[in-house]
């Protein structure tokens, strides 16, 4: 079993940072290799990034530049820093982590950019 929990969403005006957290518990670690997708209204899911298990990223061509993946396994925990922040960012952002070849899902946490 694993839990994928994120947090850190909310309102900030366009140009501001967030940083969002996603802690994973269980039988596995934030050391697996991770993504984070986000969904705005309407609209569908949309890979943000990803870090694999020896430390490779891949970012979306929407947010290369501006946001940026992190982990700290000590606390199993994974980062995703998002800078100049603009209202198309806004959306639901869902953590991932890859068990058995297959991503077990957060439940997500809202970001807004609005003024």
């Known amino acids: 079993q694993v839990q994928v929990v994120e947090s850190g969403g909310g309102l900030v005006q366009p140009g501001g940072s967030l940083r969002l957290s996603c802690a994973v518990s269980?039988?596995?670690?934030?050391?697996?290799?991770m993504a984070w997708h986000r969904q705005a209204p309407g609209e569908t899911r949309e890979f943000v990034g990803s870090?694999?298990?020896?430390?490779?990223?891949d970012y979306g061509g929407s947010v290369e530049g501006r946001f940026t993946i992190s982990r700290d396994n000590v606390k199993n925990t994974v980062y995703l820093s998002m800078n100049n922040l603009k209202p198309e960012d806004t959306a639901v952002y869902y953590c991932?982590?890859?068990?058995?070849?297959?991503?077990?899902w957060g439940q997500g946490t809202q970001v807004t950019v609005s003024s």
């Open positions: 991932g982590i890859v068990v058995h070849g297959r991503f077990i």
């Open positions: 269980g039988a596995f670690s934030s050391s697996q290799d």
């Open positions: 870090i694999t298990s020896d430390n490779r990223f």
